[in-house]
């Protein structure tokens, strides 16, 4: 039987209380919790913008060091020559032979400085395949040789680090 005071109500208000609570957060702490995160963002954003910047900065004076230091290390390399050039000039009386001989000695400076600094030489042999990478043809000669080759080279070329600085000027094979 059923009184009063087990009507169910009662026990609607013991079955409410047992359940879990679904307490979700408030607009205003939902709010404060996606500003927090904003900030945290946007510090985050911040930090490695900078440290973008920072990376950009040092790598711009890391490139201009090295293209000093690579000019400072080939100008170095450049002085004896300068000086042995200065020194037979300062001998206006030496005999031809010495003269001729000092040259060759600075000529060996010269070429051995620009070894070092990576500045090869470009002069094909004579019946060297025409490539127009590191020749530049100044004149096509009937010749006893293949089409299209290197006759003879009137000034030599140059690469520095495999990059052609100065063509060789070349004259070429015609086509009989």
């Known amino acids: ?10 026990n609607a208000a013991t079955t409410d209380s047992a359940a879990p609570q679904n307490a979700s957060p408030t607009p ?3 709010l404060a919790e996606l500003e927090a995160k904003l900030a945290e963002a946007s510090d985050a954003y911040l930090r490695a913008k900078a440290e973008t910047e920072n990376i950009r900065r040092r790598s711009e004076e890391e490139i201009s ?19 042995s050039l ?21 000529l ?14 470009i002069a094909p042999p004579a019946g060297t395949k025409f490539d127009p990478h590191q020749h530049q043809a100044i004149s096509m000669v009937p010749a006893q040789q ?3 080759t290197v006759v003879a080279v009137l000034q030599k070329g ?15 094979a015609a086509a009989a």
Do not use: C, W
Not at 65 to 83: I, N, T
């Open 1 to 10: 039987m059923t009184t009063p005071d087990n009507d169910t109500p009662a």
């Open 28 to 30: 205003e702490q939902r």
């Open 65 to 83: 060091k090295a293209r000093k230091f690579a000019v400072e290390s080939f100008a170095e390399s450049l002085l004896p020559v300068k000086d």
């Open 86 to 106: 200065e020194a037979a000039i300062a001998m206006p009386e030496a005999k031809v032979e010495t003269v001729l001989e000092g040259v060759h000695a600075t």
């Open 108 to 121: 060996r400076q010269l070429s051995s400085a620009l070894e070092r600094n990576k500045v090869i030489q």
């Open 146 to 148: 293949e089409p299209n």
């Open 158 to 172: 140059y690469l520095i680090n495999d990059r052609v600085l100065r063509p060789a000027l070349v004259t070429v």
